[in-house]
């Protein structure tokens, strides 16, 4: 629009000589016209296109009345105003009038259009001046002049200033009435006054005044209506933006409290009184710190109300003197014009904080029986002091699977009761897992057997349940409360498994012994199924020598176990331990493969040798041992006649049968057997027929009780050898230890040993380096 007015008044300006003078008075205010119309269209100045028209029908309103002023007591003076003279004028004013009211009306910024404005009523004062100066008149012309450059300066300062400034919220639709607004009702009043003075002055009216007194009239006419629709629409959003407020307000379980600057109670939403119990006269107009609790005041402050609100827990008054638990949040609007106040929300948590004091009951206590959990006993035993009980149920899970689980519930919660029952006052009763309790006493180690003592007798009575009365024990161990709360409760269930290995109703004291012990165990038990990846088990190997020649014949592949902090572990508790693993089969596999490979090895650097390997009953008597041992020596290669398979006496026992079929499986495939411990078990001379039996291992206390060759030992052995050599059965004498027990042996006829006297167990390295020797004599 500003270009258009530019080339409107470039084009009156370069052709005014060449131009009638008519043509030339409709250019300049047509330049004046696109100038209005830009300004209104400025950011800022008007909200939208409703409001430019708005600020136009203002503007044009004003400037009737004006002109209508104008025309009566200047121009019909002397016959009346030309034509040129009337349009030029007419226009003038309604562009000016135009542009000062959209610069005094507009919402946002108000400078930039001001400014703007200001120059656009310039501009158009300038074009307004230009047809109507005289030919030649230099003075009109600079004047006119000044003003359209005074004036575009100014159109160009506000209409960068308007660009650039921040945008605000747009004011509402209505601008409020004409004559309500003091700067446009004055030249409305100026002008009707005008029209009076007329009147009176002159008794009438010419015809040009009464059509722009009429337009005047029905513009205001038509203003003031357009306003009053807007006003009603605008009223009706009001009304109905208010109903959904209160709508929202009257159906939320929220509190919403408005305060005045001064804090006391401004307004209060309907829910206050369904919450609460407060109504409106006993809390609008009182102090708002007068319903919180004193111990809460700094909590709900406005000063500690951030940009972004948190709630926080306080407790206000109810309108039954109740301290009632809510979450509040305040809002400091105290420097909003709008609410002018400080803005409260409360909300009743009465129901959150019985769920979190319920949730930390049962976080305390367990839900079945009512006694303490595991995580409030320890609380109570980092306190330090006194004694601790750890208490485990016998037989607890036959009544789980006999009668169900809720029978075992009802159990556990007699159970429960009978300890809460015996426990004395300040004694803590827990349950620690699904049928272990526990007591911490602070009584002396005197009174807390006796609590214990008295806790089995009430245990041990029958528990009449629907159905049965059934019954159960119970063991206990005691231990001392200290060195931390999970220590204690490990000490004494170490104690309680003391007891229970004892038997049924027992009570053990934790013992530091026993603990060690049975954290060796538990270590073992631990670590012994993956030593063997960890690259921990090994071979010993023990020499078995020939009495006569004087030198080793076989060799006996003995398990050894480097813990990396146990130290070395003997094979006995190894294999201990794998049979409660039930690993004894992976062991004896691992030990088997091992042995073969290096006896594979020794024979294939031309040592003349076999090998022995000691064998559990339980893995003998496995249907697929035999098959597992003659795949292990097709894998290495080995002559089966080469492996000694040992069973030790100790393991056989006094049942002989169901070792028979399976040492005779071994003897089919070609490999020998061999009886290690003979003499120190239970097994008899005669029972020599009836075992497949290559090889007696005779245990040295036949031999080495009084090691003389007239000693009472000496015929034992004798009569070993003797009836073995009549069975077939070759004999080592086992456990060697000096050279008076070579003696003994010899003289019995026995031709191989193997003990001490020739060295102990040892790696394969050193049993290389005896054979070696022994080559080289």
């Known amino acids: 629009m500003f270009s258009l007015a530019a080339l409107a008044f470039g ?70 105003p030309s034509r040129t003279v009337f349009t030029t004028c007419l226009l003038a004013v309604i562009g000016i009038t135009v542009a000062v009211v959209s610069g005094v009306r507009a919402p946002f910024p108000r400078w930039a259009a001001v400014t703007a404005a200001g120059g656009v009523a310039l ?8 047809p109507l100066h005289p030919t030649g008149d230099g003075v009109w012309l600079l004047a006119a002049g000044g003003l359209l450059v005074l004036g575009s300066v100014l159109v160009w300062a506000g209409a960068c200033r308007s660009v650039d400034a921040d945008r605000r919220p747009a004011r509402p639709a209505t601008d409020g009435t004409l004559i309500g607004d003091p700067l446009l009702v004055a030249p409305v009043l100026a002008g009707a006054a005008a029209v009076l003075y007329a009147l009176v002055s002159r008794g009438q009216l010419g015809l040009t005044a009464m059509v722009i007194g009429t337009f005047a009239v029905l513009a205001v006419a038509v203003r003031e209506l357009l306003e009053a629709v807007a006003l009603r629409r605008y009223s009706g959003r009001l009304d109905a933006q208010e109903a959904t407020f209160r709508t929202l307000v009257a159906g939320s379980s929220d509190v919403i409290v408005v305060l005045d600057p001064d804090l006391s109670v401004r307004w209060q939403s309907a829910a206050a009184a369904r919450q609460f119990g407060l109504s409106d006269q006993e809390v609008v107009g009182r102090p708002f710190q007068q319903l919180v609790h004193p111990d809460d005041l700094d909590l709900v402050a406005p000063e500690r ?26 809002t400091d609007e105290r420097g909003n014009p709008e609410v002018a106040g400080v803005v409260v929300h409360l909300r009743d948590a009465s129901a959150q904080q019985e769920l979190e004091h319920s949730l930390q009951r049962t976080m305390r206590v367990d839900p079945l029986t009512g006694l303490a959990n595991r995580g409030t006993l320890l609380a109570h035993l980092n306190d330090g002091g006194g004694h601790l009980l750890t208490i485990g149920l016998d037989g607890f899970a036959g009544v789980n699977a006999l009668h169900g689980s809720d029978v075992g519930d009802a159990m556990l919660v007699q159970v429960a009761a009978r300890i809460r029952d015996a426990v004395n006052r300040g004694d803590v009763a827990a349950r620690l897992n699904g049928d272990e309790f526990a007591v911490y006493t602070g009584a002396d180690k005197v009174h807390a057997f006796t609590l214990a003592t008295r806790l089995l007798g009430d245990l041990g009575q029958p528990y009449p349940l629907p159905g049965a009365d059934l019954q159960l024990s119970a063991g206990i161990g005691l231990a001392p409360v200290c060195g931390g709360a999970e220590e204690s409760l490990r000490r004494a269930g170490l104690a309680l498994r003391r007891a229970k290995r004892g038997g049924r109703g027992k009570v053990e004291w934790h013992d530091a012994e026993v603990e060690d012990a049975y954290v060796r165990r538990a270590t073992l038990e631990q670590h012994l199924p993956q030593a063997g990846e960890r690259g921990e088990l090994d071979l010993a190997y023990h020499p078995v020598y020939d009495l006569v020649e004087g030198h080793p014949i076989g060799v006996e592949a003995l398990l050894r176990w480097r813990h990396p902090t146990l130290g ?70 080995i002559d089966p006649a ?12 006094v049942d002989l049968e169901r070792a028979v ?4 499986t071994v003897r089919a495939i070609g490999v020998r057997t061999a009886l290690d411990g003979f003499g120190a ?22 031999f080495a009780s009084q090691p003389s060759a007239g000693g009472p030992a000496a015929p034992i052995i004798d009569v070993v050898v003797k009836l073995a050599r009549r069975l077939n059965v070759t004999v080592v004498a086992h456990g060697l230890e000096a050279e008076r027990h070579l003696e003994v042996v010899r003289t019995a006829g026995c031709r191989y040993g193997q003990g001490h006297y020739y060295g102990t167990p040892a790696p394969a390295e050193r049993i290389e380096a005896a054979l070696v020797r022994q080559r080289t004599w």
């Not at 501009?123 to 230009?130: E, M, P, Y």
């Not at 109300?305 to 305040?330: E, K, L, M, S, Y």
């Open 661 to 664: 079929e399976p040492l005779a």
């Open 11 to 80: 084009v009156f300006t370069a052709g005014v000589s060449a131009v009638a003078t008519p043509v030339a008075a409709y250019l300049a205010p047509a330049a004046g016209v696109a100038l209005v119309a830009g300004l209104l269209k400025l950011p800022g100045v008007t909200v939208d296109t409703g409001g430019a028209l708005r600020r136009a029908l203002d503007g044009i309103c004003v400037a009737l009345w004006k002109f209508l002023a104008l025309l009566v007591l200047v121009l019909e003076q002397d016959g009346g």
């Open 305 to 330: 109300a951030g940009p972004r609100p948190v709630p926080v827990r306080a407790r206000i008054q109810d309108g039954f003197g109740v301290w009632r638990p809510v979450d509040v949040t305040v």
């Open 681 to 702: 078990g239970t097994t008899s001379l005669a029972h020599l027929r009836r075992l497949p039996t290559d090889m007696l291992k005779v245990d040295g206390a036949l």
């Open 568 to 637: 070395t572990v003997p094979p006995k508790e190894a294999l201990e331990v794998a049979r409660e693993l039930g690993i004894t089969r992976e062991l004896h596999d691992w030990v088997l493969n091992r042995a073969c490979r290096q006896l594979s090895s020794w024979q294939h650097e031309g040592y003349v040798l076999w090998m022995s390997v000691n064998v559990a009953i339980d893995d003998l008597v496995a249907p697929d041992f035999a098959g597992r041992l003659s795949l292990t020596l097709d894998s290495h290669q």
């Open 642 to 653: 080469d492996l000694v398979v040992e069973l030790s006496e100790r393991e056989l026992g």
């Open 123 to 130: 501009i158009v004062l300038g074009l307004a001046v230009l």
